[in-house]
């Protein structure tokens, strides 16, 4: 009888790992319960992210062809993700949009890039004129943002000493340095329209000087 007890007993033993195999699956559910929830936390995180970097830029609220002039009314602002390579025009640059013209033509609801937007354009009745100029003819120094005056010297063989002659005023758009010494540097202006074919061959001959002067004169 005893011996017949302990082969009960020793039968009853390989019952025993049940339990641990159905305790690991428990534990296989929980840790794949908690991936799904950290992953879920990551893509809301994401997606919280993105929402909280739209910036407002600029879209065209009307079609708009090439060359034409973009106007404010032409414009709308729009929140959108501030990712990706292109370049957007932000929406506090409408100000420096309007006036400008399309380097293309696009459809409404368009978001502007940066070459959507051509170069700014002279003032209605100006002209932006390139002059070259020696040294002695323009002051040391000269920069953008001064205002100058263009003075034409007379041409040879006119007789006499004849002064030189203001031909017209403008501002200083830019200064190009002369790529050698002694040479010639290249002034932009931008100057008055009516005097751009006196000013421009007097330039051509070597006779054009200027001079700063205040502003407003």
């Known amino acids: 009888m005893a ?18 195999r159905a305790g690991g699956s428990r534990v296989r ?60 025009v932000p929406a506090w640059r409408q100000a420096q949009v309007a006036g400008r013209t399309a380097t293309a033509g696009l459809p409404a609801g368009s978001l502007l890039a940066a070459g959507d937007v051509g170069a700014p354009s002279p003032g209605r009745g100006q002209a932006w004129l390139g002059v070259a100029l020696k ?35 403008g501002v200083v758009l830019s200064v190009t340095a002369a790529p050698v010494p002694g040479g010639e540097a290249v002034v932009e202006l931008d ?7 006196q000013v421009a061959a007097a330039s051509a001959a070597g006779r054009v000087s200027l001079a700063v002067i205040p ?3």
């Open 135 to 169: 040294p002695g003819r323009y002051p040391p120094g000269l920069s953008p943002g001064q205002h100058v005056g263009v003075l034409v010297a007379p041409a040879p063989g006119s007789g006499g000493h004849a002064p030189a002659r203001v031909a017209g005023y």
């Open 215 to 217: 502003a407003g004169r």
């Open 3 to 20: 011996g017949h007890g302990r082969s009960r007993r020793a039968g009853s033993r390989p019952a025993a790992p049940g339990p641990r």
């Open 191 to 197: 100057v008055p329209r009516d005097v751009v074919p």
């Open 29 to 88: 559910l929980v840790a794949g319960v908690l991936l799904l929830v950290v992953v879920c936390a990551l893509v809301l995180a994401e997606g919280r992210v993105q929402a909280g970097s739209r910036e407002p830029a600029l879209a065209l609220a009307r079609p708009v062809a090439a060359g034409q002039v973009i106007t404010v009314s032409d414009l709308r602002v729009v929140d959108v993700s501030a990712a990706g390579p292109v370049s957007l």
